[in-house]
Nanobody, 119 residues
């Protein structure tokens, strides 16, 4: 089985910081990319940031210059979130894609971790 274990969510004040962690484990034949998505109340799930196994990163415009995705290895990623805003409030989900080609890739999701930015 494949598991994505997330940690680091919580309640912070506007302007504060949080660091999310995600570790993948289990029988995974390959890893193309890992990343973070989020879903706010009454909104669609959206991409936050991704990083490929070769280190290429991609960010949503709304978080550029505030969030940083990084990795220790191909199975463990982090999301450093600075200058948090109330609109960052959402459930954050870790994501793993096994292959670059979407026609043959398998996709896995973590359980989600709540991030709440409020005074």
């Amino acid at each position: 089985q494949v598991q994505l274990v997330e940690s680091g969510g919580g309640l912070v004040q506007p302007g504060g910081s949080l660091r999310l962690s995600c570790a993948a484990s289990g029988s995974i034949a390959s890893i193309y990319a890992m990343g973070w998505y989020r879903q706010a109340p009454e909104k669609q799930r959206e991409l936050v940031a991704t990083i490929t196994s070769s280190g290429i990163t991609n960010y949503a415009d709304s978080v550029k210059d505030r969030f940083t995705i990084s990795r220790d290895n191909v199975k463990k990623v982090y999301l450093q979130m600075n200058s948090l805003k109330p609109e960052d409030t959402a459930v954050y989900y870790c994501n793993l894609n096994t292959r670059r080609d979407p026609t043959i890739s398998r996709i896995y999701w973590g359980q989600g971790t709540q991030v709440t930015v409020s005074s």
